[in-house]
């Protein structure tokens, strides 16, 4: 039986009954509870009133002997106790991930009715998260734990609603869909399918809370595949009660496990649970590290210190401008999209652009959250970088460079004013220099520098030389200079035009790197075909053989 009372048999044949009897179950439940599914109230979490964040495994919600106490970013409260497993707690896990065979728990020849069993939950999903009620219960509980403007936190929220929408009814099956190639002779055929790998798990960072999980988790089971996921702790309570909200709307609670723990922890699972493909979204350090641990059985979404270029053609510096303040500190920076480097033509050099630009990053404060902590690098850290970037020949402070003021941010984060260093093209690109400049800081923080025509070459040198390629932006109308960037570029996911820009990561396009194979990608049907399913390829060959067939001499 389906969660919602439809057996399989019925299923197929009375859709609209099993609609209108979960409308029916989510009414009643509203009456009677705002939300049906959360175990926590937003606005009450705080140190006389903790939330507490469960495991997930083997079908249960779990506590556990051990824990992490997270205090609130805005005045350091403990607010949140997560039961982190620690090493000794991991067989649990470890099981349960042995117990999903290669084949996965679909595939095209295996339970298929599971495809629209999936279609249905991202439909019910979906329409849930597009309930005023319940999207400002998520956008109000990222601000909580990841605090950025209710704007930006609302927009992850939107991008989550629409992906689900995207993949309601058939899409989830026609994400399976297989080929067939006529054979050489009668009875021969050969299909290619995309095969689940089975047993997967998917680590995700704290910058997006819901958005990344939850496109990642829904990619993995549509394909036929077991997750284990593990959230950045600090932020794991937006993705355990997402995972009660998908439980309310019909996934089985074996479909996917929920750790919390340290990454020593999760190595440890990971090596002894030999997953047989990981998806790592974070840090380029880490990544490295588990290529080699996982012996490649890995896709990556790594850092990205993130560049746009502004093309010869000067025009709409307003909106530019305000692209510019957007790209870098929005989210006080901290998208692994963000404007890391901006290379500006010496006519927008020349122009008013900065200026707007310092008056753009002015308005951000505090008290709306269009700048708020920086949650993995302290005050002292990000200025440190400052102070060795402005020791360069030829660097200048634009705008920034101090500590937000009057603020009860701890101290184990940080609380940096919108900052811009400007460093010359050429004093950029000495050895001794490059990697220090291209260091990608985590932050509200942006380096600026201006070419000349003739020195489009560097810049384009400069691209060559960086090892991140996520996003990046080509702000020009001038078609010819697309043309030379673009083809002489690598970056995943480029923006180009006048509009560009390097944020923005909807459910409508490909986001991800690009130029390393493991790169992965998100959001749609390419990106989950290729980070959560292989291709198999059946040849059927059943004859007849030919007649008078006789045995052919040896060869």
Known sequence: MYRFGVCREMRGRVPQIAALNWLSSLSLSRSIHSLPFATIEVEEISGSQPAEVQNLVQG?????????????????????????????????????????????????????????????????AGHMLSLPKVSDFFTRLIQRVAPKSYQQALGEVYVTQKFLENFSGDQVRFLARSFAVPGNHLGQQSHGFRWPYGPVAIITPFNFPLEIPVLQLMGALYMGNKPILKVDSKVSIVMEQMIRLLHHCGLPMEDLDFINSDGKTMNKLLLEANPRMTLFTGSSRVADKLAVDLKGRIKLEDAGFDWKILGPDVQEVDYVAWVCDQDAYACSGQKCSAQSIVFMHENWFKSSLISRMKDLAARRKLEDLTIGPVLSFTTEAMLEHMNKLLQIPGSELLFGGKALENHSIPPIYGALKPTAIYIPLEEMLKDGNYELVTREIFGPFQVVTDYKDNQLPRVLEALERMHAHLTAAVVSNDSLFLQEVIGKSVNGTTYAGLRARTTGAPQNHWFGPAGDPRGAGIGTPEAIKLVWSCHREIIYDIGPLPSHWEIPPAT
């Open 60 to 124: 249960k919600w779990t506590g556990s002997t051990s824990g992490e106490t997270i205090v609130d970013p805005l005045n350091g409260e403990p607010f949140i106790q997560v039961a982190e497993v620690d090493e000794t707690g991991i067989q649990p896990f470890v099981d349960s991930l042995s117990k999903c065979p290669k084949h996965g728990l679909h595939n095209p020849f295996k339970a298929p009715e599971r495809y629209l069993m999936l279609g249905d939950i991202s439909n019910k």
